[in-house]
């Protein structure tokens, strides 16, 4: 079985096979037991997944080991559609036998729920993919490093933060995970993939005598490789940890004698390393069209980006081009064929400032199509686990940088009086995702084009038209950086996805800034 490695002729890295403990499950006898079950007894649709999650973590309080984790899951999941009716079983025990049981189970769960169903499901169509394999970029499989080597390296950077002056105490941690799925169904689609993705975060804190504290965290994001990205350094593309840990004590003790902002509007210019996390909130939940359309309003919320808006929406200024893209390399969210055999692409969510479409699973784009001009999925369904189904979920959603854009400095030079704002921290965002508010790291007060010192207290509020339609200018490609998370969460019962959200440094005119502490009554 040859991999197709994710976007390899760019990526510089070595192919990789599929993981030969995964490749010796019994997925084609599983997955003929199971369709052919669900064919006999009239499904209409009939999917199975076979999936192996490795997990591994560690975490650090000051210079120790606090704790340490290496655990996986497997499993499998018969989903069918029976009568117009979804069905769902998941199990544990890989046998033919099983298969076929959870078959007939999610076939009796389907003719169970049919009189309750108002909406008769329709997939849009998808062409057939046979024996299709996918094996993300990446350098070297983390979960093949030595355990101590893991824990030397990620509590040496921890050691060497908390012995610098100032620093008080230091939180680390450190998560790796490999994702191996197998798919197939009625129509013949089969594939096996297989993705790694790490994060590494160190958070140091300094204790005021006189009461208070302040922190600050590494901003390196999460990604989609492998343990390279803890190793390899900047001349391989990964994460210079050492420059950023020499430079944390200085920039904490810094912030600590920094004035409290006074509040206010200011013209900002973002960070990618902040503004992922307002993309994620403001456009990526707002844009997925099951949110849209009330089906996460038990839970998490709707939005205010209604169906009816497709096309006529001014979401931002003509600077704002985003993305929804599931083949980025080194994206979190970015996969071959997502889970119900969706080849995976890139498509627009906002074209110049204009919101032109959604992302969307087969039976949003079916049940949907008329509006959306169309009826073909972008392939966002996913499900976190073999317990759980899968339900749409966000692509990596990304403003584009522009073409021989602007620098970072150079967006700095044009603010008389703002912020440069480092470094995701808390945000508070209502429920249609058009009220919010976002704090971060790092804060640098900008005066006549130029940063004169750190702030504190710093919190941006805006609504997500009004802030979107501030975006005056973005950075160049060399500013472009993919952040994300490794656990945004949705659906009930809940489930964790892991998701990147590309951008460049941005320039937004006359934000209304907050004081944090002051609005906490502090």
Known sequence: MAPLVQDSASSGLPAHEIDGEFLALPRTALADAALQTARDLGATHADIRVERLKDSSLSFRDASLESRHEGATLGLAVRVVHGGTWGFAAGVDLTTDEAARLAREAVEMARVAAPLNSEPVELAAEPTHTDAVWVSAYATDPFAVDARDRVERVGGLCRTLFAAHDVDHVDGRFSAVMENKYYADLTGTTTTQQRVRVICQIEATRVDPAGGFESMRTIAPPVGRGWEWLVAGPAAGCWDWESEIDLIPGLLAEKSRASSVEPGPYDLVIDPSNLWLTIHESIGHATELDRALGYEAAYAGTSFVTLDQLGTLRYGSPAMTVTGDRTALHGLATIGYDDEGVQTRRFDIVRDGQFVGYQLDRAMAARNAA?????????????????????????????????????????????????????????????????????????????????????????????????????????????????????????????????????????????????ARREAGR
């Open 371 to 515: 509006v959306l001009g169309g009826d073909r999925s972008n392939g966002c369904a996913f499900a976190d686990s073999p317990a759980h189904v899968p339900i749409q979920r966000m692509a990596n959603v990304s403003l584009l940088p522009a073409p021989g854009g602007p620098s970072t400095e150079e967006l700095i030079s044009r603010v008389d009086r703002g912020i440069y704002v480092v470094g995701d921290k808390s945000w508070s965002i209502d429920m249609q995702r058009y009220n919010f508010q976002f704090t971060g790291q790092r804060f640098y007060e900008i005066r006549a084009g130029r940063i004169v010192g750190q702030l504190r207290d710093v919190a941006y509020q805006a609504t997500t038209t009004d802030f979107w339609g501030s975006l005056e200018a973005v950075g160049g490609p060399e500013t472009y950086v993919l952040g994300g998370a490794f656990n945004c969460g949705k659906g009930q019962p809940g489930q964790v996805a892991a998701v990147s959200h590309g951008c460049p440094s941005a320039l937004f005119r006359a934000t209304n800034i907050l004081n």
